[in-house]
Protein backbone atom coordinates (compact mmCIF):
# COMPACT_ATOMS: atom_id res chain seq x y z
CA UNK A 1 0.00 0.00 0.00
CA UNK A 2 1.92 3.11 -1.23
CA UNK A 3 1.53 6.39 1.53
CA UNK A 4 1.54 9.26 0.26
CA UNK A 5 1.78 12.42 2.85
CA UNK A 6 0.52 15.67 2.27
CA UNK A 7 1.45 18.76 4.77
CA UNK A 8 -1.91 20.49 4.15
CA UNK A 9 -5.02 19.72 1.74
CA UNK A 10 -8.86 20.52 2.76
CA UNK A 11 -10.12 16.72 2.89
CA UNK A 12 -8.03 13.55 1.90
CA UNK A 13 -11.27 12.21 0.85
CA UNK A 14 -11.82 14.90 -1.56
CA UNK A 15 -8.67 14.72 -2.91
CA UNK A 16 -8.63 10.74 -3.84
CA UNK A 17 -12.29 11.18 -5.25
CA UNK A 18 -11.11 13.94 -7.06
CA UNK A 19 -8.16 12.09 -8.60
CA UNK A 20 -8.46 10.81 -11.67
CA UNK A 21 -6.00 7.68 -12.02
CA UNK A 22 -6.76 6.14 -8.71
CA UNK A 23 -4.70 3.16 -7.57
CA UNK A 24 -6.38 0.28 -5.96
CA UNK A 25 -4.76 0.55 -1.79
CA UNK A 26 -3.36 3.58 -2.31
CA UNK A 27 -3.29 5.65 1.21
CA UNK A 28 -2.90 9.79 1.36
CA UNK A 29 -2.32 11.50 5.07
CA UNK A 30 -2.55 15.17 5.52
CA UNK A 31 -0.95 16.13 8.71
CA UNK A 32 -3.41 19.01 8.82
CA UNK A 33 -7.18 19.41 6.84
CA UNK A 34 -8.61 22.92 6.11
CA UNK A 35 -12.08 21.35 5.48
CA UNK A 36 -12.37 17.61 7.04
CA UNK A 37 -15.37 16.13 6.09
CA UNK A 38 -17.64 14.32 8.09
CA UNK A 39 -20.67 12.72 7.55
CA UNK A 40 -24.12 14.22 7.09
CA UNK A 41 -22.12 16.94 5.99
CA UNK A 42 -20.56 18.05 9.39
CA UNK A 43 -17.20 19.50 9.76
CA UNK A 44 -14.34 17.43 11.02
CA UNK A 45 -11.83 18.86 12.92
CA UNK A 46 -8.37 18.43 11.51
CA UNK A 47 -5.62 20.24 13.44
CA UNK A 48 -2.17 18.59 13.78
CA UNK A 49 -1.14 16.16 15.38
CA UNK A 50 -4.34 13.81 14.30
CA UNK A 51 -4.41 10.61 11.87
CA UNK A 52 -6.18 11.89 9.08
CA UNK A 53 -6.21 9.58 6.02
CA UNK A 54 -8.49 7.92 3.01
CA UNK A 55 -7.14 4.89 0.77
CA UNK A 56 -9.28 3.71 -2.03
CA UNK A 57 -9.87 0.65 -3.58
CA UNK A 58 -11.64 -0.83 -6.55
CA UNK A 59 -15.21 -2.17 -6.00
CA UNK A 60 -15.53 -6.12 -6.38
CA UNK A 61 -17.83 -7.26 -9.02
CA UNK A 62 -19.13 -10.30 -6.37
CA UNK A 63 -20.18 -7.04 -3.79
CA UNK A 64 -23.71 -6.10 -4.26
CA UNK A 65 -25.06 -2.61 -3.19
CA UNK A 66 -26.98 -4.43 0.26
CA UNK A 67 -23.39 -5.57 1.35
CA UNK A 68 -22.11 -1.82 1.36
CA UNK A 69 -23.26 -0.97 5.12
CA UNK A 70 -20.63 -3.98 6.27
CA UNK A 71 -18.11 -1.95 5.16
CA UNK A 72 -17.39 0.98 7.55
CA UNK A 73 -18.19 -1.83 10.37
CA UNK A 74 -15.07 -3.65 8.90
CA UNK A 75 -13.25 -0.48 8.64
CA UNK A 76 -13.63 0.35 12.50
CA UNK A 77 -13.08 -2.98 13.15
CA UNK A 78 -9.97 -2.46 11.67
CA UNK A 79 -9.31 1.23 13.78
CA UNK A 80 -9.65 -1.10 16.85
CA UNK A 81 -6.86 -3.46 15.49
CA UNK A 82 -4.74 -0.88 14.85
CA UNK A 83 -5.38 1.13 17.59
CA UNK A 84 -4.78 -2.16 20.02
CA UNK A 85 -0.55 -2.56 18.78
CA UNK A 86 0.07 0.90 19.84
CA UNK A 87 -2.04 1.42 22.84
CA UNK A 88 -3.90 -1.10 24.56
CA UNK A 89 -7.43 0.12 25.87
CA UNK A 90 -11.19 -0.43 26.05
CA UNK A 91 -11.92 0.59 22.05
CA UNK A 92 -15.66 -0.03 21.06
CA UNK A 93 -17.17 0.17 17.79
CA UNK A 94 -20.44 2.89 18.16
CA UNK A 95 -22.43 1.68 14.51
CA UNK A 96 -22.51 2.41 12.14
CA UNK A 97 -19.00 4.28 11.82
CA UNK A 98 -17.45 5.80 15.52
CA UNK A 99 -14.67 4.18 17.28
CA UNK A 100 -15.35 5.11 21.09
CA UNK A 101 -13.03 4.70 24.23
CA UNK A 102 -15.28 5.10 27.57
CA UNK A 103 -17.88 7.35 26.24
CA UNK A 104 -15.87 9.38 24.06
CA UNK A 105 -14.75 9.15 20.38
CA UNK A 106 -11.89 8.84 19.44
CA UNK A 107 -12.35 7.82 15.56
CA UNK A 108 -15.03 8.98 12.71
CA UNK A 109 -15.42 6.93 9.65
CA UNK A 110 -16.38 8.39 6.31
CA UNK A 111 -17.14 6.03 3.18
CA UNK A 112 -17.64 7.01 -0.36
CA UNK A 113 -18.02 6.14 -3.88
CA UNK A 114 -16.05 7.45 -6.62
CA UNK A 115 -16.86 6.10 -9.95
CA UNK A 116 -15.96 2.04 -9.48
CA UNK A 117 -14.05 2.99 -6.56
CA UNK A 118 -14.30 3.37 -2.82
CA UNK A 119 -13.10 5.44 -0.69
CA UNK A 120 -12.30 5.23 3.00
CA UNK A 121 -11.52 8.23 4.91
CA UNK A 122 -10.54 7.77 8.60
CA UNK A 123 -9.53 10.12 11.59
CA UNK A 124 -8.37 9.36 14.14
CA UNK A 125 -7.35 11.69 17.52
CA UNK A 126 -3.96 10.93 18.59
CA UNK A 127 -1.74 13.87 19.10
CA UNK A 128 -3.73 16.41 19.10
CA UNK A 129 -6.39 17.52 22.11
CA UNK A 130 -8.26 20.32 21.15
CA UNK A 131 -11.72 19.56 19.32
CA UNK A 132 -13.39 22.54 18.91
CA UNK A 133 -16.76 22.05 18.93
CA UNK A 134 -16.35 18.61 19.48
CA UNK A 135 -15.04 18.94 22.82
CA UNK A 136 -17.88 17.37 24.73
CA UNK A 137 -17.58 14.40 23.09
CA UNK A 138 -13.95 14.12 21.28
CA UNK A 139 -10.68 12.34 23.02
CA UNK A 140 -6.97 11.59 21.68
CA UNK A 141 -5.15 9.10 23.00
CA UNK A 142 -2.58 11.79 23.94
CA UNK A 143 -5.80 12.83 26.43
CA UNK A 144 -5.89 9.60 27.62
CA UNK A 145 -1.68 8.66 28.21
CA UNK A 146 0.11 11.82 27.76
CA UNK A 147 2.10 9.95 25.17
CA UNK A 148 3.34 11.33 21.56
CA UNK A 149 2.60 8.47 18.78
CA UNK A 150 4.16 7.96 15.00
CA UNK A 151 1.48 9.11 13.53
CA UNK A 152 2.63 7.33 9.76
CA UNK A 153 2.59 3.86 11.80
CA UNK A 154 -0.91 4.03 12.66
CA UNK A 155 -2.16 4.98 9.65
CA UNK A 156 -0.09 1.80 7.51
CA UNK A 157 -1.53 -0.65 10.57
CA UNK A 158 -5.19 0.86 10.44
CA UNK A 159 -5.01 0.85 6.56
CA UNK A 160 -3.22 -2.48 6.53
CA UNK A 161 -5.72 -4.14 8.83
CA UNK A 162 -8.55 -3.17 6.80
CA UNK A 163 -6.82 -4.48 3.63
CA UNK A 164 -7.00 -7.63 5.22
CA UNK A 165 -10.25 -7.58 7.20
CA UNK A 166 -11.87 -6.86 3.57
CA UNK A 167 -9.86 -9.81 2.22
CA UNK A 168 -11.46 -12.22 5.05
CA UNK A 169 -14.71 -10.38 4.19
CA UNK A 170 -14.47 -11.39 0.71
CA UNK A 171 -14.02 -15.00 0.73
CA UNK A 172 -16.59 -15.42 2.81
CA UNK A 173 -16.01 -15.06 6.54
CA UNK A 174 -18.28 -12.29 7.02
CA UNK A 175 -19.98 -14.37 10.46
CA UNK A 176 -16.69 -14.50 11.84
CA UNK A 177 -15.91 -10.89 11.28
CA UNK A 178 -19.42 -9.96 12.78
CA UNK A 179 -18.84 -11.84 16.09
CA UNK A 180 -16.04 -9.78 16.56
CA UNK A 181 -17.83 -6.29 15.84
CA UNK A 182 -20.65 -7.60 17.95
CA UNK A 183 -17.98 -8.01 20.83
CA UNK A 184 -16.83 -4.12 20.74
CA UNK A 185 -20.61 -3.23 20.56
CA UNK A 186 -20.80 0.18 22.26
CA UNK A 187 -24.56 0.31 21.59
CA UNK A 188 -25.90 -2.64 22.72
CA UNK A 189 -28.26 -2.60 25.67
CA UNK A 190 -28.18 0.95 25.28
CA UNK A 191 -31.66 2.66 24.86
CA UNK A 192 -31.13 5.17 21.55
CA UNK A 193 -33.18 7.03 19.93
CA UNK A 194 -32.83 7.43 15.65
CA UNK A 195 -35.14 8.72 13.29
CA UNK A 196 -36.45 6.45 10.58
CA UNK A 197 -38.52 7.80 7.99
CA UNK A 198 -39.25 11.24 9.68
CA UNK A 199 -40.32 8.79 12.86
CA UNK A 200 -38.76 8.72 16.06
CA UNK A 201 -37.80 4.92 17.25
CA UNK A 202 -37.02 4.80 20.89
CA UNK A 203 -35.83 1.76 22.32
CA UNK A 204 -33.04 -0.73 23.39
CA UNK A 205 -30.72 -2.08 21.32
CA UNK A 206 -30.34 -5.81 20.86
CA UNK A 207 -27.22 -6.01 18.67
CA UNK A 208 -26.65 -5.87 14.89
CA UNK A 209 -27.86 -8.15 12.23
CA UNK A 210 -26.21 -10.55 9.88
CA UNK A 211 -27.04 -7.09 7.32
CA UNK A 212 -25.13 -4.91 9.38
CA UNK A 213 -28.40 -3.43 10.38
CA UNK A 214 -28.78 -1.82 13.95
CA UNK A 215 -31.43 -4.01 16.02
CA UNK A 216 -33.87 -2.18 18.08
CA UNK A 217 -36.40 -3.19 20.27
CA UNK A 218 -39.53 -1.12 21.14
CA UNK A 219 -42.89 -2.50 22.98
CA UNK A 220 -41.31 -6.10 22.21
CA UNK A 221 -41.15 -5.07 17.91
CA UNK A 222 -37.73 -5.59 16.25
CA UNK A 223 -36.38 -2.66 14.43
CA UNK A 224 -34.07 -3.26 11.78
CA UNK A 225 -32.20 0.15 11.27
CA UNK A 226 -30.41 0.81 8.21
CA UNK A 227 -28.69 3.69 8.48
CA UNK A 228 -29.42 6.56 10.78
CA UNK A 229 -27.76 8.76 13.16
CA UNK A 230 -28.05 7.46 16.67
CA UNK A 231 -28.62 9.11 19.81
CA UNK A 232 -28.17 7.63 23.22
CA UNK A 233 -31.15 8.58 25.68
CA UNK A 234 -29.59 6.32 28.63
CA UNK A 235 -27.59 3.60 29.21
C1 LIG B 1 -17.46 11.31 11.10
O1 LIG B 1 -17.26 10.92 12.24
O2 LIG B 1 -18.43 12.04 10.83
C2 LIG B 1 -16.50 10.90 10.00
C3 LIG B 1 -15.21 11.65 10.10
C4 LIG B 1 -14.22 11.28 9.01
C5 LIG B 1 -12.98 12.14 9.03
C6 LIG B 1 -11.91 11.68 8.09
S1 LIG B 1 -10.38 12.53 8.34
C7 LIG B 1 -9.73 11.88 6.86
C8 LIG B 1 -10.85 11.87 5.86
N1 LIG B 1 -10.91 13.14 5.16
C9 LIG B 1 -12.04 13.80 5.42
O3 LIG B 1 -12.33 14.94 4.97
N2 LIG B 1 -12.80 13.12 6.28
C10 LIG B 1 -12.19 11.82 6.60
Known sequence: MDLTILEKIDSTNKYLKEKKYKKNWEIVMAKEQTAGKGRRGKVWN???????????FAEDKYLSKTEYGKIPLIAGLAVIKGLEEIEKL?????????????KRKISGILLEKSGDFFIVGIGINVNNVDFGEFKDIGISLNKITDKIYNIEKLVMLVASKFKKEYYRFLRGEWEEILLEIK?????????????????????????INNSAELCIKKNNEIYEIKSGEIRIVYT
Open 46 to 56: SNKGGAWFSFC
Open 90 to 102: NYKIKWPNDVYVG
Open 183 to 207: EKNYLKNRVVEVMVNSEVIKGEVIG
